[in-house]
């Protein structure tokens, strides 16, 4: 069983930046893809970001230049770095990790991120 806590949601204004971060309890991320979704008010989740392995990268267009997915070994987190951020963000975003071997998938319980002036 793999842990995940998503942190570092608010409110924010458009235009702001926000950092999400997802603590899990991996030693390192060489055999997982970590991807971050999000959820806003009746509307279906979707995939945000990617990384794989811990070094392959990959964006849905709506955050491309914009966003950054990256993970950290030491601390055992991945980082959802988001800059320019819009009302269209606003959502509830979770962490979600699956084993590359195996298949098996873990999620965390979501953070919530608002984008309004």
């Known amino acids: 069983q793999v842990q995940l806590v998503e942190s570092g949601g608010g409110l924010v204004q458009p235009g702001g930046s926000l950092r999400l971060s997802c603590t899990t309890s991996l030693n390192n991320f060489r055999q997982w893809a970590v991807n971050w979704y999000r959820q806003a008010p009746g509307k279906e989740r979707e995939l945000v970001a990617t990384?794989?392995?811990?070094?392959?990268?990959m964006y849905d267009d709506s955050v491309i230049g914009r966003f950054t997915i990256s993970t950290d070994d030491d601390k055992s987190t991945v980082y959802l770095q988001m800059n320019n951020l819009k009302s269209d963000d606003t959502a509830v975003y979770y962490c979600?990790?699956?084993?590359?071997?195996?298949?098996?998938?873990?999620w965390g319980q979501g953070t919530q991120v608002t984008v309004s002036s």
């Open positions: 990384i794989v392995g811990g070094t392959s990268t």
């Open positions: 979600n990790t699956r084993n590359l071997r195996t298949g098996d998938e873990y």
